[in-house]
C-alpha cells in the first residue's frame, strides 16, 4: 500500500524498511518496538493491538503527495537535510563511487563534474539524472509544504 511513500522517505535519507514479506502485524510491530521504528499503515486493523500504541500511525487513503503531507507535519520531516544518502531499492547508505563502478553507468547519462554514489550492498550507482531531479523536485515541493493531506470525511 506505501510503497511509493517508503521509497521517497528513503530518497529523503530516512531510515525506512518495507514490509513486503507477509509477517504477521504483530511481529512487525515487535521489530519497530525493537528497532525504535514507526509503523506506517493504511490497514486500520493494527490499532486493535496493543503492541500499536505509541509506534503505529493509521495513514488514510490518498496519493503520496497527501500522505507525506501527513508524515511531515506529523513527524517535522526535512525532506531534503538528507536526501539522497540511502538506496532507493535496499535503504543501504550510499557510499562515494569508485572508478570501477562508474564503468556499468551510461557515459551520456553523467557530467563529468557530478559525483556518483554506490549502494556497498547491491551495487547500483545512482547518478543526477532526469530521475533524480524529478524526486528531488517532489521532495522539496514536500519540504515547502505545498500539498495539502486528504480531508477527512465524517
Known sequence: ML?????????????????????????????????????????????????????????????????????GTHFQLDWLGQSFTRCLLDNTPLLAADAASVASVPLDAVRPDEALTLCPACGRVYWQGSHFKRMRARLAKWQAGNVQPPSRAG
Open 3 to 71: 510503497g511509493q511513500l517508503c521509497r521517497y522517505l528513503r530518497a529523503a535519507g530516512y531510515d525506512t524498511l518495507f514490509a513486503n514479506n507477509g509477517h504477521q502485524d504483530h511481529m512487525l510491530l515487535q521489530q519497530c518496538h525493537d528497532e525504535g521504528r514507526f509503523f506506517l499503515t493504511q490497514d486500520r486493523l493494527v490499532r486493535e493491538h496493543k503492541a500499536a500504541r505509541g509506534i503505529a500511525l493509521i495513514l488514510p487513503q490518498g496519493n503520496t503527495d497527501q500522505l507525506a503531507a501527513i508524515l
